[in-house]
């Protein structure tokens, strides 16, 4: 029988003025050692800043730091993950840290301090880092959503550009980039492999919304909407599309769009193919991630869900997803999709928690509502995720109701951290329950990590589990597997 052993790992105090988390968004190593993380540690601060849990040193979290210009700068992030043997972090940061603060992805050594500005950003910034407005004809661009390999140094990434049409100022975004590339500890170099056109309502499902590479640095992962194009615009070039073109492209509304989830391989280098995830009840059409009408549950705006990563074993061969983000379908819930090489581009995709229990739900029932955010392993035999039960509100058969608590956004119930062993079985169940009212979105969507050997899981929570949250704050637990 397997369970585990849970900690909670942070105790920074409840600030009922914050509108943002404590604490989110947890990335392990491989063997488990050592967790990164969101922290808000100043209540007049907004934003996170990074901190770092060494397991194997023990003790609180430390707040991560690089020296400049005579100051401790702490490494204020966006999207970031920790390298597989725990030493480097790759985050999109606003700058801080070259003489001319310079914007876009760095790498951190988290035992040297050494820390590497890799991909700058060209928009143009103000001393200080702040954005300054464009001249007209001006272009530029931005880089996201770094992702790195086991290696330390392949590294996948999205560059979206924009330009500036008018005395304005205004920077318009054009379109986005997906990018691979090799640090070769001097320069990176590298393939853009697929341009999405990013229409200026971006929120409403355009562009790429999260990516994550394997392991082994053969293949990508991501979330995206919107047209899904070779970097040339179109035709043959370094990228085939087998066999959902068509469907994905066919968008009849310009301002809206469904997300998908895509995975890019590398068939030799500078050559590659892309397939859109199937659903499995009709391989002809893709699953669906979200769409328009998931409203706050999962908006494409804020929806911290879609800003998950997607869970991809080492090979590249497995994926883990969410999907059917939409309260009413059946569909929401985990997927597996399997079997993808190159000789075999019909992947199978299985579920492996739906919603299930919703149909005849009257408002006050608890139900089955999603799981979310799930990790794979390194050897895709192990799966994590949220597994989470709510109460749907009076109105929600209608349609109608308040956008923040109305028929889209159930209460929360109970939510559940569960492994299972793919392809079946096997489920544990870390949290049994806790009582946690509120929306959704500011849960589960926070983030949860498996480490590479399944042995260890990160995860943001309310609960009271180990005695120690008592404001049900959003804490850091940090679960260790045993085996009794």
Known sequence: MTSYSIAQVTEWSYHADLWWPLNSAPSVSRDGSRVVFATAIEPDRPGSVLALYDAGVGGPPRTLTVERGGEDRPLVGGPFQIAADGQKIIFQSSAWYTVDEERGIYLFDIDTGRIRLVVPDTRPCYPGGNYRPGLPGETAYRNFRPSIADDGRTIAFVRKYYECRDTTGRWWPVSEQLNIAFDDGERLR?????????????????????????????????????????????????????????????????????????????????????HVIPDPESQSEPLVVAHPESSNVQSFRTGRMLHSRPGINHSGSRIALHAGFVMQSEKTGVYVADAFTPQSPMPATFPVATFGDRPGAVPGDRVLSAGAVPDISTDGTELAYYRRYARFPEGYESGLGDVEAGPHCPRVDMDEVETRRLPVGGATRVIESFDAYVLARYTSGLGLSLSGDASHIAFISMADITGDNLDQSHELFYASRRDD
């Open 190 to 274: 590298g393939d853009a492999i697929l341009h999405v056109p990013a229409l200026d309502v971006n929120h409403h499902g355009h562009g790429i919304k999260s990516l994550r590479i394997s392991g082994d640095g053969t293949s990508i992962v991501f979330y995206a909407g919107g047209e899904v194009i070779d970097k040339n615009g179109a035709g043959p070039s370094n990228l085939s599309m087998p066999p959902y073109e068509v469907i994905v492209h066919g968008i009849t509304d310009p301002g809206t769009c469904n997300v998908y989830c895509f995975v890019v391989r590398m068939l030799t280098p500078g050559r590659y193919t892309v």
